[in-house]
């Protein structure tokens, strides 16, 4: 019964493809989750897969001068919440790196979800998943929000028109019209910041 659940689970990771994140829950039709833990973690010590964190595999893909290529910080986070059925978003420090707006490269990153919290270990990082409320996923744009909760972390007081013209260049990646709907739910001072952006002012 292992041996045929072993071979079940490492047949359906072959049918995949390398640089997939897998989860005991991908494995429910197979078996009970324990036994399918198991497998996972069997695999990872025949070198198959490779544990990420807790209950987190990679089926590496692997470059012949790099060696296995890891996945990003947030292709685990955007796995986890594809897994949870959750919406997540990037925090305001976690926005402002992925952005560019700051050079500084968290070791705990966090972003804010309308599911419930937690914190997932993977290595030598660390990812907190927040509750938002509803508001923070009330921005469109993917660009924009991002944009918004940067400029939150930020602050009127740390403008500079060197980061202006930076999230100018940021928001010509975003249609106009999904700005301005943006703008309409962010404070005052972003709001005539993103309008005179698109405005060219």
Request: charged share 25%.
């Amino acid at each position: 019964m292992e041996n045929s659940i072993h071979g079940q689970v490492a047949n359906k990771i072959s049918n995949g493809k390398r640089g997939d994140i897998v989860f005991p829950v991908d494995f429910k039709e197979i078996a009970p989750s324990e036994a399918i833990r198991q497998a996972l973690s069997r695999l990872a010590k025949e070198g198959m897969l490779v544990r990420l964190a807790h209950g987190i595999y990679l089926f590496p893909e692997t470059d012949p001068v790099l060696g296995i290529l890891y996945p990003s910080t947030d292709d685990i986070a955007q796995a986890i919440a594809q897994r949870d059925k959750v919406r997540i978003v990037p925090s305001g420090l976690n926005a402002l790196n992925k952005l560019g707006l700051s050079t500084q490269v968290p070791m705990k990153v966090v972003y804010l979800t309308d599911g419930s919290p937690k914190t997932i270990k993977a290595g030598n990082r660390t990812i907190f998943f927040k509750t938002a409320s509803p508001k923070k996923f009330a921005l469109k744009g993917q660009i924009s929000g991002m944009v918004i909760r940067a400029l939150e972390e930020l602050g009127k007081d740390a403008m500079s028109p060197e980061i202006r013209i930076r999230i100018g260049d940021i928001l010509k990646k975003e249609d106009k019209k999904t700005i301005r709907e943006d703008a309409m739910l962010a404070s005052e001072w972003m709001a005539q910041l993103l309008f005179s952006i698109i405005e060219g002012n």
